[in-house]
């Protein structure tokens, strides 16, 4: 079965700094796909950014930007030029046919 | 267009009630999902609906759990005689079909005393 792992429960960042948001996944597939999610208190899940897994070419979207290791199953999220309205859970999330495979997410709080 | 919308937006309900959550997709979604999320947990499936083939179910963490789907549009789910750890946030998707991204609604917050 796929797993989705995100080991920091919780992330801080200092307004304009860069963080890095880490993600593992376990799958013996070879096609799928990966994205992160942004939650904010709102609690509307918004797609942050989309990887397939068969492109070699890291996914960038404006200030957020993945880190995609397939031979290392890791998906790490990258946040520049971070702003206070970037303060939200992220999860990372894994498909493979149609059901989604969540994270337990991560908070990301970000400081003036 | 609208966005995925969910009512109620939250729900107290007393232990061993039956309660109705609803999920009104995207105008044109065929594909509908329903994910669950506990307090600091990730999201976990549920239900998904495509068009009109039969639901895959397999995420239903038991029979007191129900959802349908009428025309291919607006889906309830139904949570029959609740339990405290029913309590979690039921969030709903929609897509254009089961490759697309997926748009979520804001979720219903259901709380079981």
């Known amino acids: 079965a796929q797993t989705v792992t995100q080991s920091q429960p919780e992330m801080s960042v200092q307004e304009a700094e860069t963080v890095t948001l880490s993600c593992t996944y376990d799958t013996s597939e070879s096609d799928y796909y990966l994205f992160w999610y942004k939650q904010p208190p709102s609690r509307q899940m918004i797609l942050v950014i989309r990887?397939?897994?068969?492109?070699?070419q890291n996914a960038t979207e404006n200030r957020f930007s993945v880190n995609f290791q397939k031979a290392a199953k890791s998906f790490s999220l990258k946040i520049s030029d971070s702003q206070l309205g970037d303060a939200a859970m992220y999860f990372c999330a894994y498909r493979r046919t149609d059901k989604l495979i969540f994270g337990t997410g991560t908070r990301l709080q970000v400081f003036p | 267009g609208a966005g995925v919308s969910q009512s109620p937006s939250n729900k107290v309900t007393e232990k061993g009630k039956d309660v109705e959550l609803r999920c009104d997709p995207i105008s044109g979604h065929t594909a509908l999902y329903w994910y669950r999320q506990s307090l600091g947990q990730g999201l976990e499936f549920l239900i998904y609906?495509?068009?009109?083939?039969?639901p895959d179910k397999s995420g239903l963490p038991s029979d007191r759990f129900s959802a349908e789907r009428t025309g291919g549009s607006v889906s309830t789910l139904t949570i029959q005689r609740t339990q405290q750890e029913d309590s979690a946030v039921y969030l709903c998707?929609?897509?254009?079909?089961w490759g697309a991204g997926k748009y979520f609604g804001p979720g219903t917050r259901l709380t079981v005393t």
């Open positions: 609906f495509q068009g009109n083939s039969a």
């Open positions: 990887q397939e897994a068969y492109k070699q």
């Open positions: 998707a929609s897509s254009l079909d």
